[in-house]
């Protein structure tokens, strides 16, 4: 069965500073990759999501996300991080060829710093 | 904009009662889903929909029921609720294909006492 990692429960940064966040899959092919965002009391919003074709996948708030396979990772990035950020974020897959079913990974929650 | 409402923001019952939660989507969803939250263990899967009448168990079922008998509602059910069931418990809908973009209820934290 498939499976994600996010190895950060709990992330520190300045507002300005660049952030990544960390996730990795394990899964025979190439799943299909997201990354959701939940702010405090909200439910999740969807930031980006990698299906195929360009591994460097743009979302929403300047979120960005790099799919690399030789590593098996879809990590999160940001150039530069605003206070309004500070939230958890989870990455999530579903296998190719499948219908609705994500595996949600245990999420990393980002505080920043004024 | 797609809503996901959840009937309750908090709730607060006691052990052995039975425990409606109730969530209504606005966009003719096909899919609908009921995790369950847990701080260190990310979201988990309760019970999934795919149609009216239609239920298929997601990762930890145990516990829980679910009733879809219009598209737009799909109910999370607690036979006898136990403290181990308390948690957040977050809603879902989707459109059917691989999208897969999930569109999420503000969630119910319900306390079992």
């Known amino acids: 069965a498939q499976s994600v990692t996010q190895p950060d429960i709990h992330i520190t940064v300045s507002e300005g500073a660049s952030l990544e966040l960390r996730c990795n899959y394990s899964?025979?092919?190439?799943?299909?990759l997201f990354w959701y965002v939940q702010s405090p009391g909200q439910g999740l919003q969807l930031l980006l999501k990698?299906?195929?074709?360009?591994?460097l996948v743009q979302g929403i708030k300047g979120f960005e996300a790099e799919f690399k396979r030789s590593q098996s990772s879809f990590n999160l990035r940001k150039p530069s991080v605003h206070w309004s950020d500070a939230a958890e974020y989870f990455c999530a897959v579903v296998p190719t060829g499948t219908a609705s079913k994500l595996t949600f990974g245990t999420g990393t929650r980002l505080q920043v710093t004024l | 904009d797609v809503k996901v409402t959840q009937s309750s923001r908090y709730l607060v019952k006691r052990t052995g009662e039975k425990v409606f939660l109730e969530c209504v989507q606005d966009?003719?969803?096909?899919?609908m889903f009921w995790y369950r939250q847990d701080p260190g263990l990310g979201l988990r899967l309760i019970y999934f929909?795919?149609?009216?009448?239609?239920?298929e168990k997601g990762d930890i079922p145990e516990g829980y029921s679910v009733s879809r008998e219009k598209k737009e509602r799909f109910s999370l059910i607690l036979e006898s609720a136990s403290t181990n069931q308390t948690s957040m418990y977050l809603c879902?809908?989707?459109?059917?294909?691989?999208?897969?973009?999930?569109?999420f209820g503000s969630g119910t934290q319900l306390s079992v006492l």
């Open positions: 879902a809908s989707s459109s059917t294909g691989f999208n897969e973009k999930l569109f």
């Open positions: 929909s795919y149609d009216v009448k239609m239920k």
């Open positions: 966009m003719d969803h096909e899919n």
């Open positions: 899964y025979g092919a190439t799943p299909y």
């Open positions: 990698y299906f195929s074709g360009d591994t």
